[in-house]
């Protein structure tokens, strides 16, 4: 077992992203998960990502708040404990439209080449 504590999570900047903070639960370290990284994502009210892309599928699971999730023009709002897989070379944009913060996990695979 590889054990970190949430007052050891280290901060990280994610590419095209707007007021939120994300702390890495796990991943990048020595004994931590071999396949993908999981990040805690706290959006402020307006923050979200995108409009982007990426490689590789990535899982959001919103924990607190909501976010809209919008792909090919079609909104989704994911509300607590609501998840969604968003796959390899997917548009999306997501935005918390609320007035409270978002909180969401997120599980994203290794890009190639940087696995611990």
């Known amino acids: 077992m590889h054990l970190k504590r949430f007052a ?14 994300g702390l890495r639960l796990q991943g990048f370290e020595p004994g931590g998960p071999t ?3 999981v990040g805690l994502s706290q959006f402020l009210p307006g923050g979200g990502a995108g409009p982007d892309s990426t490689p ?14 919008t ?12 998840s969604c ?3 390899p070379g997917e548009v999306r944009e997501i935005v918390n439209r ?6 969401m ?3 994203i695979p290794y890009p190639p080449g940087t696995q611990p």
């Open 71 to 82: 792909i090919e023009g079609r909104e989704t709002v994911l509300g607590r404990y609501d």
């Open 8 to 21: 050891e999570a280290k901060p990280y900047d994610a590419p095209n992203h707007r007021g939120v903070v």
């Open 98 to 103: 609320r007035n409270d913060v978002c909180t």
């Open 56 to 69: 590789f599928e990535k899982v959001y699971v919103v924990l607190e708040g909501e976010m809209t999730v």
């Open 85 to 87: 897989t968003i796959a």
């Open 35 to 37: 396949n993908q990284w």
């Open 105 to 107: 996990l997120v599980v």
